[in-house]
């Protein structure tokens, strides 16, 4: 496990991305990385194998457009 994301790493990745954030956001959005980093890595441990599908290619499309 990593020992987590600062602030500046996060300022600093933000920034790279095209996306720069005001100072004190720094602490919160890297606080949210990680908590997606958690979830995303419990995930990947689960174990799908007998999991059908969510989506066949034979089944009716939907458009939600109004």
Same mark, same amino acid.
């Given at each position: 496990? =990593? #020992? &987590?994301?600062? $602030? =500046?790493? *996060?300022? !600093?990745?933000? *920034? !790279? =991305? &095209?996306? $720069?954030?005001?100072?004190?956001?720094?602490? @919160?959005? *890297? #606080?949210?990385? @990680?908590?997606?980093? =958690?979830?995303?890595?419990?995930?990947?441990?689960?174990?799908? &194998?007998?999991? *059908? $599908?969510?989506?066949? #290619?034979? @089944?009716?499309?939907?458009?939600?457009?109004?």
């Amino acid at each position: 496990m =990593s #020992a &987590g994301l600062t $602030p =500046s790493e *996060a300022a !600093r990745w933000a *920034a !790279r =991305s &095209g996306l $720069p954030l005001a100072a004190d956001r720094h602490a @919160e959005v *890297a #606080a949210t990385a @990680e908590h997606i980093h =958690s979830v995303v890595a419990i995930l990947r441990e689960l174990d799908f &194998g007998d999991t *059908a $599908p969510a989506h066949r #290619a034979d @089944e009716e499309q939907h458009d939600a457009a109004v």
